[in-house]
Each structure stands twice: as C-alpha cells, then as structure tokens.
C-alpha cells in the first residue's frame, strides 16, 4: 500500500477550503482518507495563518513511508515542527484572534435615546425632589 499525504478539497464555489490528509495512491483526490493531518484556508487574509498542521502526525506518516505532494511538501517544509515561518504562524493566529474581539453592539433602544439619561436613585432612598423657586 502506497500512502500520499496530499490535499482534499472542500468548500464551495469561489470558496476552497482544503484538508491535508493521508490517503492511498490509489484513492480519488475527494475519496476516503486513511487520517486527516490538517487544513489549510486560502481564504484567510494572514498568510502565515493559513495552514495548520499535525506535526506529530505528518511525521509519523512520513516515517512509516508516505510521500507529501508537492504542495503539502512546501506546507510542511513552511509550518511543520522544524518549519522556517512557524514563529511567524503563531503571530499570525494571535492577530487573527485578536481581530475577532470586537465591543459589544449596544442595545437598539440604548441607542434611539439621547445620550444624557435621567440619574436613578440608589435603592432604599427616595427620588430627590425638584427644587422650588
């Protein structure tokens, strides 16, 4: 049995969304996998957050004789455990994360309202009363 560690595609149109897996020779580009070793996401704007990977797995893979293709060659080479931009992977994933941590919108009636509103009282004390002229 001959193993390929190579890309299946996923996704959509327009959309490509790949999973870097073991698979025999044999087996058609979208067929049945032996094991799912990571993804990778053309999609994403951070270059060096595009492709995560196993890399105990892929190595172990590689180990016992399974051949990388070309593009998953130049991943592992890239991101793998000894790879030459996983310093700049790992900054790469914190912006991304960092991106996605927005303030919460505020409430659609919070926001209809003028932005002086009226002071509460503290509990147990009466609501003061307007002076008179």
Same mark, same amino acid.
């Given at each position: ?46 270059? +060096?957050?595009?492709? !995560? *990977? ?9 180990? &016992?004789? =399974? %051949?990388?293709? +070309?593009?998953?060659? !130049? *991943? ?9 931009? &996983?310093? =700049? %992977? ?44």
């Amino acid at each position: 049995m001959s193993v390929r560690i190579r890309m299946k595609k996923m996704g959509r149109k327009h959309r490509p969304f790949y999973r870097i897996c073991a698979m025999e020779i044999r087996v058609p580009r979208d067929g049945r996998v032996l094991e799912e070793l990571g993804t990778y996401d053309p999609m994403v704007p951070e270059t +060096d957050a595009r492709a !995560i *990977l196993n890399s105990e797995r892929i190595k172990y893979w590689v180990s &016992v004789g =399974a %051949q990388p293709s +070309d593009k998953v060659g !130049i *991943l592992i080479k890239k991101y793998g455990a000894a790879g030459t931009h &996983v310093e =700049a %992977q790992r900054l790469a994933l914190a912006r991304l994360a960092q991106g996605k941590r927005q303030p919460l919108p505020r409430p659609m009636a919070q926001a209809a309202q003028p932005t002086a509103a009226p002071e509460e009282a503290p509990v147990g004390e009466a609501p003061a009363a307007p002076a008179a002229e």
